[in-house]
């Protein structure tokens, strides 16, 4: 490496250097002038990484994790110090919550100018708190330990970049303080040598899980009614699952974002239905289940977690390889009677070995749950081709109709999460569904987008309501100025529709319009437009040709805005007309099936 370069200049590419040969492949910088080493060794001649630059550091965070997010692999990012570090927070929480592996790598001034009222100078050392799995804050590069001090980045980027991928996922913190001169005649020459410091570090293998553990699940769920629940997680087991599910004769709840809805995978047991079964008691007192088995976190639909946690009697069993770290126990409700530590693919592989044919529940307990959704998706498919008004579930069924093999949906939260768990159905089609659900804020949804449009392999849509869509509209930036391609389904119905199904709405009207209801009057076409997309109004109905528009927009290169406008106060009503045939309609079933 060069002699003449600056230590930080070394220190640094030896950081970078090593992160590559760890795994890191893409490199997201928010510009700025403290973490000028770190730009010039990502951005080098032989630079070995796909660079992305971002304007805004809380839009880079969410950037960074919509790719991390779909190519399973860590992503580093770099800001400047001061602010600029605190706006990595937020998707910070989200990776952590998520289990998406993210490298935060901020630029610090060094010590003597922090707590002294230097400028853009706060306190970075554990700024992210608990919302990181691991964190350091390197020594100032010095000229007289050089060797030393490369050796030690080359490690701590070894470390970094295997802690990030360990179950659980997670985001690490690497905080870098340097010294004046940022730059000098040798900073821009110092070339990647890959070979020069080489430091590795293999992340642990996939838990497994113990023969007394499988002896004892092997036990309780043999022969027994149960139901398989995969709520949200990236990259659960589909066809493991859907084998262990057919041997036990049990039906499998696919939360949207379980990866369980869409695949190549059977799909005759799954349950795309349960929000609405769930809210039907003459469904769920035949169907109560002696036992669970969840894969993935807690699933997003609230009817259904409401049953699951009524079940007082069952044997709830969780299997998660991070049920016995910090960040691995996802039981809000506190049911669990089994938690097993162990990958679920290594889980279903020992359990499918340790039963036999004598393991399967009686023919009719998967039928009364396959029978009852079939019932529910008639009645809610044809009571949305009912309506002659704009409705927001009609949306998501346009929106599933236009998706192609390959394609990639972002789910936004409030109401089109939920609305997708309601109304997108069981496909064999390879799409996969998304969702920053780790604290299922309204942050970033665009980043995370426009970050996921950046390295998927097929088209990518984004379902996203208004509120949200205001909330990061710096995520489109990247859209034109990196040549991508992003189709939006903006769900517009002027404030936050998802608090219009709160009681507030009807026990405080007077107060609620300015405060729940927040409407913004805005023309969002506007800030389309800004970002050099297209925008078009997004009709509604069985005959408006929405599944087609949408279909289109997914062929084209760039950006491309459909909005959906509808009144908030109709969606509530809507909702409610469409689930009350739906559990009307899985009575009827559930009473003709029993008489």
């Not at 410091?197 to 293999?202: A, C, F, G, L």
Request: charged share 20%; glycine share 8%.
């Amino acid at each position: 490496m060069g002699a003449m370069a600056q230590p930080a200049d070394r220190t640094v590419h030896a950081l970078l250097q090593s992160l590559f040969q760890n795994g890191v492949r893409h490199f997201v910088i928010a510009p700025g002038s403290r973490n000028t080493p770190i730009t010039i060794a990502a951005t080098a001649p032989g630079s070995p990484f796909k660079v992305w630059l971002h304007l805004d550091e809380r839009s880079a965070g969410y950037f960074a994790l919509g790719i991390a997010r779909q190519t399973g692999e860590p992503v580093a990012l770099t800001c400047t110090s001061g602010t600029a570090a605190a706006n990595f927070v937020p998707a910070a929480v989200e990776a952590r919550l998520s289990r998406i592996p993210l490298i935060f790598l901020t630029a610090d001034r060094p010590p003597e100018a922090r707590d002294v009222g230097a400028s853009q100078t706060v306190d970075q050392v554990g700024i992210f708190s608990t919302h990181v799995k691991w964190a350091v804050d390197l020594p100032v590069a010095d000229a007289g330990a050089i060797a030393d001090l490369e050796r030690y980045a080359a490690t701590v980027g070894a470390r970094a970049a295997a802690a990030s991928l360990e179950a659980p996922a997670g985001p690490v913190h690497l905080n870098i303080p340097l010294r004046e001169p940022l730059v000098d005649a040798d900073s821009e020459t110092l070339p990647f040598d890959l070979g020069a410091v080489e430091v590795r570090r293999s992340v642990a293998a996939p838990a497994t899980p113990t023969p007394n553990e499988i002896a004892r699940v092997a036990s309780a769920v043999s022969g027994r009614r149960g139901v398989i629940i995969c709520g949200p997680e990236t990259n659960l087991p589909a066809a493991a699952i859907t084998s262990l599910a057919k041997l036990l004769g049990w039906p499998v709840i696919a939360d949207p974002l379980s990866g369980l809805r869409a695949g190549h995978h059977a799909l005759d047991a799954i349950i795309d239905r349960a929000d609405v079964l769930a809210r039907e008691r003459a469904f769920t007192d035949p169907a109560t289940p002696k036992m669970t088995i969840r894969f993935g976190a807690q699933p997003l639909s609230k009817p259904l977690n409401t049953w699951l946690a009524t079940l007082t009697d069952t044997t709830q069993i969780i299997v998660d390889p991070a049920v016995a770290v910090t960040g691995g126990w996802r039981d809000p409700d506190m049911r669990t009677s089994i938690a097993v530590a162990a990958d679920p693919g290594a889980f279903c592989l020992r359990l499918l070995e340790s039963l036999d044919a004598h393991s399967t529940a009686r023919p009719e307990w998967l039928a009364l749950w396959v029978e009852a959704n079939a019932a529910a998706r008639t009645a809610l498919d044809a009571a949305i081709a009912s309506l002659d008004e704009p409705f927001e579930g009609q949306a998501v069924v346009d929106l599933a109709g236009a998706l192609t093999e390959g394609s990639t949906l972002v789910a936004g939260n409030s109401m089109p999460v939920r609305d997708i768990d309601s109304f997108f159905p069981t496909m064999d089609r390879a799409v996969r569904i998304v969702g920053t659900r780790g604290a299922s804020g309204i942050d970033g949804v665009n980043s995370g987008a426009a970050g996921a449009a950046a390295v998927a392999a097929g088209p990518v849509a984004l379902m996203i309501g208004d509120l949200s869509f205001l909330h990061d509209v710096n995520g489109l930036w990247p859209i034109r100025r990196h040549d991508l391609s992003l189709t939006v389904v903006l769900v517009n119905n002027d404030g936050g529709g998802i608090f219009s199904f709160l009681p507030q709405r009807t026990s405080m009207p007077a107060r609620f319009e300015e405060w729940w209801g927040t409407p913004h009057g805005l023309d969002l076409s506007h800030a389309v437009v800004l970002h050099g997309g297209r925008h078009a109004i997004l009709e509604s109905g069985p005959t408006s040709g929405a599944s087609a528009a949408i279909g289109d927009a997914l062929q084209r290169p760039g950006l491309d805005v459909l909005e959906l406008r509808t009144n908030r106060d109709r969606n509530v009503a809507l909702h409610q007309q469409v689930w009350a045939a739906a559990t009307e309609a899985v009575r009827h079933a559930v009473v003709a099936a029993r008489a």
